[in-house]
């Protein structure tokens, strides 16, 4: 088993997390409060016969979250969303209706898929009210792992994934097959913020949230404040953690209790990593162990502080401001914020740790290698604000920024000039890519990620093999304001 100290995996943040049990409330209509919410049965929709086939629905609806009425976005009425599993080779089949009143569209993120046609494609715009079938097929050899949906209509991600609209794609296969892997208790825990204004309606972002990346205060996990899960004594809880907001950074603990960390955004790790801690940046996922091992009582899991940067320019503004606090969130977060509590409930006979999981490829030495600069940019237009750029130019759909070819490896050079020194998770979609170096360290361990975190100053480089799908396909920030603000771009894949 690998061990990394707090402040290797700090300085590394590889971590993508893996996500859970989807506990949807929905609305419970009664004379008495029509706003009451009822815990339904965990609802997900799993793939019969190699098809994975539903319906699926973005609308506004009012729920109970946190005690307090709210209207959020939600797929199917659900806040998370359904859970959707199917297994390498499967067909994926879904008739998607907007009934939002913007523009929409589903990005599959982290899935090995198609960019191209109803598949995972960025370009596709469904107006509201209108609907499409998603088709496509993963390939026989993808990965298991905790993947997820969400919108991606350029513009408009940031606040329809802040409304809410997000859900788990989990790809069954080798590592659920391990025995000791089977043998644990498995929870999902999709991690979402929520701005609410008085009448529950999702706050408007100003001019400094959207800078920032927009937080709210009301931290959820499954819909829910301050949940609680369960494990043995002697026995395995397997967490799936998604990092489903879209700008808040997760800095996670389990008060006494170590996590084994055994898969990250692309699927499985060589063996376990023990860790103290988990740096879940927006997007990312990761799949820990948690042994129970530990006097039976409940202990805390907590959201530690964390500075994403930034804090110059947010000076400057609470200046300008005479001094108060212009975020959503409030001020910096100074002490733990709890997100759930694990109970200890009956025992088993003491279950081991794996000792291997999945081996993790070595990708060939690259012929390519590309330099992106990622930063914030003030635009000369009057009134324009800033915008955040790759290589000083903001997002244009008719424009390519890298062109590469089929079956080749590159390596990319993620630099962060930003001049307030803020953190950028830079996600790649449709192709997965290893972390070689940062700062010209090597990584400590070896794994498939989707989303890498970039801070201030750090220059990160990635090794990416393209293979199997052609077409165009783009990466961005996943902090989703500075990606609506300008931070993506297109990379075509030509055969």
Same mark, same amino acid.
């Not at 993508?16 to 859970?20: C, D, R």
């Not at 946190?66 to 067909?91: C, F, H, I, S, W």
């Not at 502080?305 to 930034?310: A, H, L, M, V």
């Given at each position: 088993m690998v061990k990394v100290n707090r402040r290797q995996f700090i300085i590394l943040s590889t971590a993508?997390?893996?996500?859970?049990s989807v506990a949807s409330i929905a609305l419970a209509q009664n004379n008495r409060n029509p706003f009451k919410s009822q815990a339904l049965s965990p609802k997900f929709y799993k793939s019969a016969g190699s098809l994975l086939k539903l319906d699926l629905e973005a609308s506004s609806r009012p729920i109970?979250?946190?005690?307090?009425?709210?209207?959020?976005?939600?797929?199917?009425?659900?806040?998370?969303?359904?859970?959707?599993?199917?297994?390498?080779?499967?067909?994926v089949r879904i008739r998607f209706t907007n009934n939002l009143t913007q523009p929409t569209n589903l990005h599959?993120?982290?899935?090995?898929?198609?960019?191209?046609?109803?598949?995972?494609?960025?370009?596709?715009?469904?107006?509201?009210?209108?609907?499409?079938?998603?088709?496509?097929?993963?390939?026989?050899?993808?990965?298991?792992?905790?993947?997820?949906?969400?919108?991606?209509?350029?513009?408009?991600?940031?606040?329809?994934?802040?409304?809410?609209?997000?859900?788990?794609?989990?790809?069954?296969?080798?590592?659920?097959?391990i025995s000791e892997i089977q043998a644990a208790k498995e929870e999902f825990l999709i991690l979402q913020d929520f701005a609410l204004d008085g009448n529950g309606r999702i706050q408007s972002p100003n001019h400094m949230d959207m800078m920032m990346g927009r937080e709210g205060e009301l931290l959820t996990v499954n819909g829910q404040i301050k949940p609680t899960f369960s494990i043995a004594s002697g026995g395995l809880l397997r967490l799936r953690f998604l990092n489903a907001s879209p700008s808040r950074f997760y800095r996670l603990a389990l008060e006494n209790h170590p996590f084994y960390l055994i898969a990250t955004d692309g699927g499985a790790l060589a063996e376990p990593v023990e860790l103290k801690e988990l740096l879940l940046a927006p997007?990312?996922?990761?799949?820990?162990? &948690?042994?129970?091992?530990? !006097? =039976? +009582?409940?202990? %805390?899991? *907590?959201? #530690?502080?964390?500075?994403?940067?930034?804090?110059?320019?947010?000076?400057?503004?609470?200046?300008?401001?005479?001094?108060?606090?212009?975020?959503?969130?409030?001020?910096?977060?100074?002490?733990?914020?709890?997100?759930a509590t694990l109970t200890?409930?009956?025992?088993?006979?003491?279950?081991?740790?794996?000792?291997?999981?999945?081996? &993790?490829?070595?990708?060939? !030495? =690259? +012929?390519?290698? %590309?330099? *992106?600069? #990622?930063?914030?940019?003030?635009?000369?237009?009057?009134?324009?604000?800033?915008?955040?750029?790759?290589?000083?130019?903001?997002?244009?759909?008719?424009?390519?920024?890298?062109?590469?070819?089929?079956?080749?490896?590159?390596?990319?050079?993620?630099?962060?000039?930003?001049?307030?020194?803020?953190d950028h998770p830079f996600h790649l979609h449709v192709n997965p890519f290893q972390v070689i170096t940062r700062n010209g360290k090597p990584?400590?361990?070896?794994?498939?990620?989707?989303?890498?975190l970039v801070r201030g100053g750090e220059t990160v480089r990635i090794r990416i093999p393209f293979r199997d799908f052609s077409g165009k396909t783009v990466y961005h920030c996943h902090v989703l304001d500075h990606e609506d603000l300008g931070m993506m771009g297109i990379v075509n894949i030509q055969a």
């Open positions: 993508s997390a893996v996500t859970a109970s979250l946190g005690g307090k009425r709210a209207y959020l976005l939600g797929y199917n009425g659900q806040v998370p969303a359904p859970r959707l599993e199917a297994q390498a080779g499967d067909t599959y993120h982290g899935l090995h898929v198609t960019p191209v046609g109803n598949a995972d494609n960025a370009f596709l715009d469904i107006p509201p009210r209108e609907s499409l079938t998603y088709e496509f097929t993963l390939p026989k050899n993808h990965p298991s792992g905790t993947f997820w949906y969400h919108p991606h209509r350029h513009g408009y991600v940031a606040e329809q994934v802040f409304g809410g609209l997000a859900g788990l794609f989990i790809i069954r296969g080798e590592l659920d097959e997007g990312e996922r990761v799949e820990v162990l &948690v042994r129970g091992e530990r !006097e =039976p +009582k409940q202990y %805390r899991l *907590l959201n #530690l502080p964390y500075n994403r940067g930034g804090m110059e320019m947010m000076e400057d503004e609470m200046n300008m401001m005479g001094g108060s606090s212009h975020m959503m969130g409030g001020k910096s977060q100074v002490n733990p914020q709890i997100l200890y409930q009956g025992s088993v006979s003491t279950l081991p740790l794996p000792k291997q999981l999945i081996p &993790v490829e070595t990708l060939p !030495e =690259p +012929k390519t290698v %590309r330099r *992106l600069e #990622l930063s914030m940019e003030e635009k000369m237009t009057p009134g324009m604000g800033m915008s955040f750029t790759f290589n000083g130019k903001a997002f244009d759909p008719n424009r390519i920024d890298a062109q590469v070819r089929l079956n080749t490896v590159e390596d990319w050079e993620l630099v962060n000039v930003d001049p307030d020194r803020m990584e400590p361990y070896r794994a498939w990620k989707d989303t890498v």
